[in-house]
């Protein structure tokens, strides 16, 4: 029986909440409230540090937690208890007041955030056949990029707090409802010792390509990502469009262009998923690897907000195609159906681990920036795409999804 709309929505329903919470972390929470607890002279050195931390120690959960998931033949309690600490850890975060609070924060919802999705990240090659891995992985990318949309109008039309506030609420909303899908025991649980388990995947070619391709594209997009909000305050700074101004706050600006990014991103990400069930998986791969990386020097060329304001609705369709196929790539070339949590939590240190790389480029930013005005964002975004470049064709190699 072939699945419907409503079907695919609830089973996606809790990567909403998880969109919706990390942009406003990431792009303008944990910057904002940096900015706030330290010197302005070290406030992207700290930010970096801080990104590069929590990703590290991120980097083991999800695939230990989908190990132990596998193992256990379980998935509701993980989902269940991770959702309830990452909404607390939120609230911790956005009252946080120092850098030390602010730092135990951002690693409690690290780990908590780990301990929910390192097992739900199983879900579509548990549940949804290879013929409707596309759909579903389309309604996926949806759902993820509309977690982006409220998440830049709540951004940019809320203080601080409420937006924290707003995110924890979510969070609990969309756990219960993907819950109702998850089923409470799986058919066969994973008997596989540990290191064995963790070896597996690595030996296979396939995999590894897909794991690759995966991290060069999120590096790029992390490069991109981290250190927008300061390229807007250091090199944009004035934040007009259409003869007025819109904002005079770097984090209010930066949320209005993830907000166009991500309505781009949603527009494309369900059309490119069924594509990709009739099509293939790769030629839309190229396609958004191609577009991420040729729009990056167009940022640089016209540091002007109205114009990157268009460029960021250009990006966010590219990067909806990309977001869309690419889950249903992976979920294809995966080869033992009781180790999917412990595999996908593996694959999904191909986001963690870019972040670690991105948050060390903070030093060096700063350092740039101060030999000559501009330097490190201009390094920092050519950078990113011939990392976007790398990892779309980089799938030409995999063999078991075409």
Do not use: C
């Amino acid at each position: 029986m072939r699945h419907g709309p409503s079907w695919f929505l609830r089973l996606s329903a809790y990567w909403f909440a998880t969109s919706f919470k990390w942009f406003l972390v990431l792009l303008v929470l944990l910057p904002a409230k940096v900015a706030e607890v330290s010197p302005p002279e070290e406030k992207a050195s700290r930010l970096g540090f801080l990104f590069g931390l929590g990703a590290v120690m991120a980097i083991l959960g999800p695939p230990v937690m989908g190990y132990l998931s596998d193992r256990l033949g379980r998935r509701r309690p993980f989902l269940l208890w991770g959702s309830l600490l990452t909404a607390f850890a939120l609230l911790l975060l956005v009252h946080a007041p120092s850098y030390t609070a602010l730092l135990f924060a951002y690693l409690l919802l690290q780990v908590a955030d780990d301990l929910a999705t390192g097992p739900y990240s199983a879900l579509i090659p548990d549940l949804v056949p290879k013929g409707e891995r596309g759909a579903a992985s389309g309604y996926m990318g949806v759902l993820q990029v509309s977690g982006q949309v409220l998440a830049g109008a709540v951004g940019f039309l809320l203080p601080l707090a409420p937006q924290a506030y707003l995110a924890a609420l979510l969070n609990l909303l969309g756990a219960a409802l993907s819950l109702s899908l998850v089923p409470d025991r799986l058919p066969k649980a994973n008997p596989r010792p540990f290191l064995k388990a963790m070896a597996a995947p690595w030996r296979d070619r396939d995999f590894l390509l897909v794991y690759l391709t995966r991290f060069l594209v999120m590096l790029g997009f992390y490069l991109a990502q981290t250190y927008l909000q300061y390229y807007l305050a250091d090199v944009v700074r004035s934040f007009q469009a259409l003869g007025r101004t819109l904002t005079e706050a770097p984090f209010q600006a930066v949320a209005l262009l993830g907000l166009l990014i991500s309505l781009g991103a949603a527009l494309a990400s369900v059309p490119a998923g069924r594509a990709s069930d009739r099509l293939g998986r790769k030629p839309l791969i190229y396609l958004s690897g191609a577009g991420l990386g040729l729009l990056m020097p167009f940022l640089l060329l016209f540091p002007r907000y109205d114009l990157l304001l268009a460029l960021a609705l250009v990006f966010g369709l590219f990067y909806g195609v990309y977001l869309a196929v690419d889950w249903a790539l992976v979920a294809d070339v995966l080869r033992d159906p009781k180790a999917h949590a412990t595999d996908m939590g593996l694959w999904q240190t191909a986001i963690v681990v870019p972040q670690v790389l991105a948050g060390a480029f903070g030093r060096p930013l700063d350092l740039l920036n101060a030999q000559a005005p501009g330097l490190g964002y201009q390094v920092l975004y050519l950078l990113a795409a011939l990392f976007f470049l790398l990892g779309a064709f980089g799938v030409a190699g995999v063999r078991r999804s075409r």
